[in-house]
């Protein structure tokens, strides 16, 4: 069985709180074998610890977004007979024909509403739509008391099929680096120098895998999830290859 001292010792004060929590759901379901849901959604650097904790089988383990390529993920212990998660996705269309709302726009105002981030899983904006699952017991509330993103009048709806939720859109590039270091990959990423580079991974804006980069000289491997605050989220995907000069040629996905 997973222990207490293992989750303290493998992440930082502000996760291991939030693992701790879902550590007492686990041991709730390996002592009762019963179906445990969590109560909110967890980032990667979280979820996927659980994940490899959970593949002896003692406890059976699931991390569901709801989207493919899905990030923010809510857990379940032991779901032996597929129970349907807590959740609902919600479909907020702009009707508004002379604003372009962007992803930051739904997210603002949904959080104004004095709802917690964790209680919402990823977002995807697409055209005037944007979709979102949330904890069921809050879909209501958002329902009711949001009625405008800015100026924009909104309508809001429960999605029941989820086939008819687009996927996550990225764009694909291929970039050239003189090494796989955290500096090398952050300054290209954000077309800057490998000194300001640098500058931003010293400054806590950099998170690897949504913890913050502490080694400038760290290697970032393939399906690394780097964000650079400002700039935006990127996937590190396969090394194809190399150029004359002897840099790395490594392709990236872009969130968009």
Request: proline content about 2%; glycine content about 4%; aromatic content about 10%.
């Amino acid at each position: 069985m997973l222990k207490k001292e293992t989750i303290l010792k493998s992440f930082n004060e502000d996760d291991a709180k939030e693992a701790i929590k879902i550590y007492e759901k686990y041991k709730l379901a390996y002592e009762k074998d019963i179906t445990v849901f969590t109560s909110s959604f967890y980032s990667p650097n979280i979820w996927s610890f659980f994940e490899n904790c959970c593949s002896n089988n003692e406890v059976m383990f699931e991390a569901n977004g709801f989207f493919e390529e899905s990030e923010r993920r809510m857990i379940c212990f032991n779901n032996l007979y597929n129970v349907d998660y807590p959740i609902k996705i919600l479909e907020i269309k702009n009707k508004s024909n002379f604003s372009n709302l962007k992803h930051k726009d739904y997210l603002g105002s949904i959080l104004s509403l004095g709802i917690e981030r964790n209680k919402l899983g990823d977002i995807i904006v697409k055209e005037n739509k944007a979709y979102l699952p949330v904890l069921e017991e809050i879909s209501d509330y958002i329902i009711n008391n949001l009625s405008h993103i800015g100026k924009s009048p909104i309508e809001i709806k429960i999605i029941d099929n989820i086939s008819d939720i687009p996927s996550v859109n990225f764009e694909e590039i291929v970039i050239n680096v003189s090494s796989l270091r955290a500096d090398s990959i952050v300054a290209k990423l954000s077309s800057l120098s490998r000194a300001k580079a640098i500058e931003l991974i010293d400054s806590g804006k950099v998170l690897i895998n949504y913890v913050k980069a502490k080694d400038k000289s760290q290697d970032i491997v393939k399906d690394t999830r780097v964000t650079i605050r400002g700039i935006g989220k990127f996937i590190i995907g396969d090394v194809i290859g190399g150029t004359r000069s002897g840099k790395q040629r490594i392709v990236i996905k872009k969130y968009i």
